[in-house]
């Protein structure tokens, strides 16, 4: 689609190109792309040939092209189709008159059939049972087509097939995965629709040209089916998508498409009391440094820091200035003031103009809602993400942070229920590294933070202070992404040789916590990956590399196994969710890592929790077997917020 190349062709980088992958032995040679025969179809018989094509082979690869990225604002374009590798075609629908115009004209372009004519002949095939749709990235194109009445399936998608396979080996997008498997490079979208303020929708794309791209992005993938698909046996990863990538393409598009509500005046009003409190610590970070200056600009805080303060540990870069980033200040902020109040300036410029700024422009005009949309193949380790606006990265350690969730907000006579899982990955890490005072603290419903800072700091559970908690939780789950004491000593403010300190208690108390480190490295070195309980691979191609590179892969190794199950975990209790929900009024809104947020009428609180924690709670089975039992927290308000 255009929305899948312009993203590839904007920001991702292409891995090295390797030969292409080949074909099964008994495959029939496939004609090159060069002698691949292209269709323009403009009339209903045209049309039905092609749709008892489809029917004769019982498979088509389908495309669509719209006129932006944003699924819910796009207006479709033109629909491609292949059933044979060479042979495509495409429809264009809505391309107006004056191609070559930037404005273009408000008429269609003649040589195309009417829009609900051709859906309605093409409504039966890509709701058939009997058909299988293939797409690339089908998340796209079945929210487009749902937006129009039509229900895709049932799907495969080429992109989740290379990432159930590949994840964590190189990038799963079109343009990527035909270099790499097809030895072939796509036609360019870029010089279809320009760039910069001459840049022109697809609409606007001559019809003779946009046959020639459109045809070829569904010959691509249909080629990409037959060379992806049986290979899925072969590596072990058939379960894998079909139970965890697949599934959710329409649970997403589901809860992509309710969107949330957001309140646009809550978010004003926090843009203007954030800017009041920037002013506020402007003035404190003014006294500290002891004269005025700009604290937005980094070269300015570079010389106060370094030059004027003489603070220790300036280092230059290319351009003659300080480096000012936060890695810098947070590793300053353990023993000076300044940056660490520059740190809180900046995390609030962060919140406003990231936030309570750019939030109220996502708004729907025609929904009044909040659209985000998921990455199912973003994260090597399953985790989902979140984009156009990214709701997952919402800082909520601080009081501003947690502030922006009051902005989401249920409908009139509804609520918001969040339900979220309880310390999943540390549960998960209990289980994996078999470590018995974890398992038993879980089981007797103990604190684990408590318990952790009671085990290392030698504190009675029954004198537990907050600030003490507060550490131990950061190293619980500093030690799970394979905080240094360098990482630790930032995040709580403290002292190197402190921090350093606490992580060496930390493994002396739970030994089992180091083998478990040391065997996934081990095993991630000799085999190339490491997986989850679930049997998902993640490549880990630099683990056997050198320098900062080897330590960063060795890291992630070591914690991909723990976030990869948490994150099948959430997968499989999303995948069952629409159909235990079905019969109540309410809609599954919103994932954020642990979390998962519903819409609920008021009258059905209490069934709709019983239920989705029933699902979460049991997600697991009964595939794997926890010796830690999973558990749910649940909340609800008319927020966010309140919510959670």
Request: with cysteine; hydrophobic share 40%.
């Amino acid at each position: 689609t255009l929305t899948r190349r312009i993203a590839e062709q904007m920001g991702v980088e292409p891995p090295e190109i390797k030969e292409a992958a080949a074909a099964p032995a008994d495959a029939p040679e496939a004609p090159t792309f060069e002698n691949s025969t292209y269709e323009h179809v403009q009339t209903p018989e045209q049309l039905q040939t092609w749709i008892d094509l489809i029917y004769e082979r019982g498979h088509v690869a389908v495309d669509t092209e719209t006129t932006g990225l944003n699924e819910m604002t796009a207006d479709l374009v033109g629909i491609s189709l292949a059933v044979n590798a060479g042979h495509a075609c495409y429809i264009p629908l809505t391309h107006r008159q004056g191609g070559d115009d930037l404005f273009g004209s408000d008429a269609l372009a003649e040589e195309q059939m009417p829009l609900d004519q051709a859906l309605d002949m093409l409504k039966p095939v890509l709701e058939d049972d009997s058909i299988v749709k293939i797409g690339q990235n089908m998340k796209y194109d079945a929210k487009i087509f749902a937006r129009l009445g039509i229900h895709v399936a049932p799907i495969d998608d080429t992109m989740l097939m290379s990432y159930a396979m590949h994840g964590g080996l190189h990038g799963h997008g079109m343009d990527t995965l035909s270099e790499r498997y097809l030895g072939h490079t796509p036609i360019p979208i870029k010089p279809l629709l320009g760039s910069g303020k001459s840049a022109k929708t697809f609409d606007m794309v001559p019809i003779e040209d946009a046959v020639k791209y459109a045809a070829e992005d569904a010959d691509i993938t249909l080629r990409l089916w037959q060379l992806l698909k049986p290979q899925l046996h072969l590596a072990k990863t058939t379960r894998v998508y079909e139970t965890l990538e697949r599934p959710m393409v329409h649970v997403l598009a589901g809860m992509e498409r309710s969107g949330i509500k957001v309140d646009r005046d809550t978010l004003s009003r926090m843009s203007n009391a954030f800017a009041q409190k920037m002013a506020g610590l402007e003035d404190e970070i003014h006294e500290l440094a002891g004269r005025s200056f700009n604290v937005g600009s980094p070269k300015q805080l570079g010389e106060i820091l370094f030059d004027e303060m003489g603070i220790e540990g300036g280092k230059k870069g290319k351009t003659g200035a300080y480096a000012t980033g936060a890695d810098v200040l947070e590793d300053l902020a353990t023993e000076h003031e300044l940056p660490a109040r520059v740190l809180d300036w900046r995390q609030l410029s962060k919140l406003k103009s990231t936030y309570t700024d750019a939030l109220q422009d996502h708004i729907n005009a025609d929904t009044g809602r909040v659209h985000t949309s998921y990455s199912i193949a973003g994260a090597s380790t399953g985790r989902l993400a979140s984009t156009d606006p990214n709701l997952q990265n919402i800082p909520i350690r601080t009081e501003e942070g947690r502030r922006i969730r009051e902005a989401f907000v249920a409908e009139e006579g509804k609520t918001l229920v969040a339900l979220d899982y309880s310390q999943i990955e540390l549960r998960i890490l209990a289980h994996i590294a078999d470590i018995p005072e974890l398992k038993q603290a879980f089981a007797d419903g103990i604190d684990i933070h408590a318990l952790t800072a009671s085990e290392m700091f030698d504190v009675p559970l029954e004198e537990m202070t907050p600030d003490i908690r507060r550490q131990a939780k950061a190293i619980n789950f500093g030690v799970i992404y394979g905080i240094s004491g360098f990482g630790l000593a930032r995040n709580l403010r403290i002292p190197r040789s402190e921090a350093q300190g606490f992580i060496d208690r930390y493994f002396e108390r739970f030994p089992g916590i180091r083998t478990y480190m040391d065997d996934t490295k081990a095993f991630a070195k000799e085999h190339g990956y490491v997986q989850t309980l679930f049997g998902r691979k993640i490549h880990t191609p630099e683990i056997a590399s050198k320098g900062p590179r080897a330590g960063f892969a060795a890291r992630a190794a070591i914690n991909a196994p723990i976030q990869g199950t948490a994150a099948d975990v959430i997968r499989r209790a999303m995948i069952r969710m629409p159909d235990a929900i079905k019969d109540l009024p309410a809609a599954m809104l919103l994932q954020v890592h642990d979390e998962l947020l519903f819409e609920v009428d008021d009258a059905a609180i209490d069934d709709l929790i019983g239920v989705a924690k029933g699902v979460m709670e049991s997600a697991n089975a009964p595939v794997v077997h926890l010796d830690v039992k999973l558990t749910v927290d649940a909340g609800q308000g008319q927020n966010w917020a309140e919510a959670h």
